[in-house]
């Protein structure tokens, strides 16, 4: 079946669309065909991963057409080893979302369900795209409908944390479209006619000079760190988290901000390798800050919904210094925690989300001893609690080991310090079901709490499974996304393209001190575009010579 | 001159015989059918716009057909925008139906004044000469004064359309005096002779006065940091479907010709204007946008907000080059219809005169009336530049070609003011959705649905298939690129 992609990406803007000339007042109906239609893409989604090559790193099931042809804009979608999951997760927590928030959600649950799915799509677009300019569109279109679900049907002040979320976001990705723009016309002069491209597997092999890299990386790191979010740009997740309503956090944590880390790997790093190895420190630095900062403030959080969400500071953390500790092992550990970071905090929140339901409080102090009356409910969120700490055996701990043992290859002190995040995550969770679920029962209104209902365990059940399976399976995730990480790394250290010119200078630079120099300014050479490139050396006797040397492309 | 030239003016001599015709009906005894001009007006629009598209397979086949003495010429460019004036006048006809109806003001005088000014914004854009432009522009200028003062009986409007009559008229001093300074120096008024002088000239500064004072004068219509201040208080002040008409129809006409005398005229001396108009750019964006901000009535707001959008397109202007053109072309169209729209919503809450004015107005519109609420948001996103919507298409070639001609700082303030922009389009989508409680009433006649209907379509399909209108653009801006390059 060519076009899978394409339906997975459009089926739930379709059924948005038909939703919308059903009448307003028959909300089973509507929850129940926005839930057939996630579900639905769940397994048109599922379709994907049995077409899915192991072997292969580059795009697969890529689709093509043209879309503003006059400037090189196209329709292409595919999807590769870091992205395959990310989209899984996509289309697994939408019909939770819509799931969870069955009973909770009685204000306009037609627009609802519709924004959800609007959301879906333009989530499931923006890891597809293999156009920059399409990603754009996309990253975008995500902001409008996560607006209107913080500022609808959120807390008391929704509308500060709605318009806070728009605009921060806002902010960063605007800069980003300059960069967009920017290298889109790199290659302008290269193509018949002038046309710009912005075909990301043609600019992966693009090598720009170093201060222009410098520029466009930060022009596209601020929009995604502002996504991740990365400390000090974090200020707007806690509030959007505690005014969202339970699916909006769920979609928020479990998806969006993977937004932010996935384009580090899909864009910065391909596309500034060079920019990307000399600022790595630097994030990897607000990172660890992130780490422990995040894990610090979550500690001393008395309502549990903002705990959880200064959790994800840390989590999220984590993942960026993975990805910028630029190995093997980081990366994958990296996108596996990207995965986990959604199952496990999604898990959290709809959770949350249940005792809020019935006791209209998100106060730690306001619970206690609940083990007592939810008994199904508290094994579940220990579940998905002990995920969240990394507990040997669930996914949890599969993601953060691989990211610290990656990143102690190349930044042991930074790691070091990171590891300590993982014991502040323990402390500061188990605190948390200490103080609610155990313990005397201090409040009569928790003597009579209803536990988890059918929609939930529903909802609750597939995360749960799906924690297990990474946790006691991790190779079923990690296999498939081998392939596409070893070819980002190639891109990223420029072993590729470079290989054939460097083997062969360095036969000649036991004879001739140019081509010494000429290999140690690999790095520089890099910049020239593909065909080929000439580097003016001195000469060993102050004599200007000109150096050709023909470039393999692959 | 022969009959075959005759026959390329046909559209404007239409608008003319039409405004005239207009003008005198109420002496012959028509004032007592005044529900009678609208669809006169319309008519008159349709057999204009039939003759716009008429005098194209006039001059088929050839790039641009200029005649009486090359002071007036056909091409794909002043058809493109011939066309959108007569939409927007179309358009800018049936908001006024309303306000006139309720107001009991004359029916027939107004449409001949908007007709007349159509017939000026059709010379401007024709206009390769710079007297022709001047006449044009002057044309529209005073039948603008006029409507801006329409509400007679209002102070504010009075008010409005004295002071945009004085400054009007200074700045078209002053655009006089910049036109008499270039002809001293190149000896003609022709935008082609203009540009082959200068290309033989070294930079003077009698010149340089004479561009600076040409620049200064169409800033003053496009409105633009320093020269914007009438602004607010025309918009808030003249009636609501002449404000509509002054933020969309003739500015675009002032971006006709802004355009065409730049790229054809002065590319010569592109590196001594440019910086020039980059800094009145900046100063537009980041004036228009942070002034915005702290409106509470939603007319000024839209004010501040197109003295920011004159900025983000002059930088079609300063870019210079093939994309810079086109982005002007299309960002004009794009920004026309989104505004149209908005105003359309407000008039749609106005009540003799003054709600739809205020924020508070727009307060729980979604379930009153859903459909002019969710268009009001498709628009706001298109004037933020937010895709899938024309306004990021727009937004995209101009940001494009300001990368594109190394102002790449310009183009980071363009975006930044974006976000800015966001702000205060938000504070309506909050209005209009998350804050419960009882605005201003509606109502919604069926002209104002079908204004928003067609401004709604308009920037979706732009936003979505932006394919058709590219293609269109390119073939309207063509001709003029090319001489460009040529130097």
Redesign the interface.
Known sequence: MTGLLTVVLFLPIAGAILLVFLPKDIPGPIKGGGLLVSLLTFLASLAIVGRFHDGIGGFQLVESH??????GINYTVGVYGISLWLVLLTTLLTPVVILASWNSIHKHPKEYVISMLVMESAMIGAFLAMDL?LF??FF??M??PM??II??WGGKN??YA??KF??FT??GS??M??GI??L??QQVHLTAGGVPTFEITQLYGLSLPPHIQTILFFAFALAFAIKVPLFPLHTWLPDAHVEAPTGGSIILAGVMLKMGTYGFLRFVLPFFPDASIHYAPLLICLSVIGIIYGALVAWVQPDMKKLVAYSSVSHLGFCVMGIFAINQASIEGSILQMVNHGLSTGALFLLVGVVYERRHTRMLADYGGIARTMPVYTVFFVIAMLSSVGLPGLNGFVGEFLILAGSFQTHPGYATVAAIGVILAAIYLLWLIQAVFFGPITKDENRSIPDIAWNEIAAVVPLIIMIVWIGIHPNTFLRRMEPSVQQLLATVRGEQPEKVMTASLAAAATRSPVAQTLLSVRSGARMRGRQGLSVGVQGPKGAQTEVSVLRVTR | MTWADTLLLLPELIAATGASILLIVPVLGGRARGHMAKWAMLALMAVTALAVIGSTYAVAGVQQTPTFRAMFAVDAFSVFFKLLFVVVIALVTLLSEDFLSEERYSTWEYYSLLAFALCGMMFMASGVSLITIYIGLELLALSSYILAGYYKNHEESTEAAMKYFILGTVSSAILLYGISLIYGVCGSMRLSTIAAALSTMLSNDALMFGIMLLAAGLCFKIAAVPFHVWTPDVYVGAPTPISAFLSTGSKAAAFAVFARVFYVAFPAFHLDWSNVLAAIAALSMIVGNLAAITQTNVKRMLAYSSISHAGYSLLGIIAMNEMGLRGILIYTMVYVFANLGIWATILMLRRHAYAGESVEDFRGLHKRAPFAAFSMVVFLLSLGGIPPTAGFIGKYFLFAAAVQAGFGWLAIVAVVMSAVSMFYYLRLVVAMYLEEGSGAETIYSPSLRFVTALSLTVTLVVGFIPELPIRQVIESSSHLVGRVVQR
């Open positions: 043209a879309w503003i042809p006059q400037w300019v754009y569109v975008e279109l902001l409008l607006y209107l500022g609808v929704r509308i709605a318009i728009f605009l806002i902010a605007l800069l479209l300059l723009i920017y889109g016309f």
